[in-house]
């Protein structure tokens, strides 16, 4: 049997033709607050994506968001955005970023364009920091911003996707 793979809007039902955003958060995230608030300030997740989800439906769209400390349960999430016909991907994904092939890999498999957040800025600490396994797939990459990077990343993504679907194509400005 062989199956047709359709463009991710001619896919989408018609109950869903709202933009979908998948805000990923990796390990130790959900100590935000509390942990090291000199590096990472001292906002919550949840503060975070209350305000995401709140930006996300007054513009229109769907924005879900998901933490996990286990690289596996993230990668599963990347591979059900995938099934979902999520149109963005923002993701955190923390600790793994300078570790994880395997994420890297659900990413570039997934072909959904995502942009990689950081809230300190990854260059200005630990040379180990430095490299990211995801930065050269990315749409883009927002590093130490704090939490209003997150924002911007929400902005960004809601224009890629209202420009790409405007122009009736599925173009991305960076092939995965």
Do not use: W
Not at 36 to 62: F, M, S
Not at 86 to 115: C, E, K, Q
Not at 146 to 152: M, R
């Amino acid at each position: 049997m062989t199956t047709k793979r359709t463009g991710r809007a001619a896919a989408k039902s018609a109950h869903s033709l709202r933009p979908h955003i998948l805000v990923l958060h990796g390990p130790n995230l959900n100590l935000l607050g509390s942990r090291e608030p000199q590096h990472y300030g001292v906002a919550t997740l949840d503060d975070i994506n209350q305000d995401l989800v709140g930006r996300g439906e007054a513009a229109g769209a769907l924005v879900e968001t998901f933490q996990h400390n286990h690289e596996g349960a993230l990668i599963e999430r990347i591979h059900q955005a995938a099934r979902d016909h999520a149109d963005f991907i923002i993701i955190n994904p923390a600790g793994y970023t300078h570790t994880s092939v395997a994420m890297r890999d659900a990413l570039a498999a997934s072909a959904i364009p995502f942009v990689e957040i950081h809230l300190s800025n990854i260059y200005a600490r630990e040379s180990f920091r430095h490299h990211s396994y995801f930065s050269d797939l990315a749409v883009g990459v927002v590093s130490g911003l704090g939490a209003q990077g997150y924002e911007l990343a929400l902005e960004y993504a809601l224009r890629h996707i209202q420009n790409r679907t405007s122009h009736g194509s599925q173009k991305t400005e960076k092939a995965h």
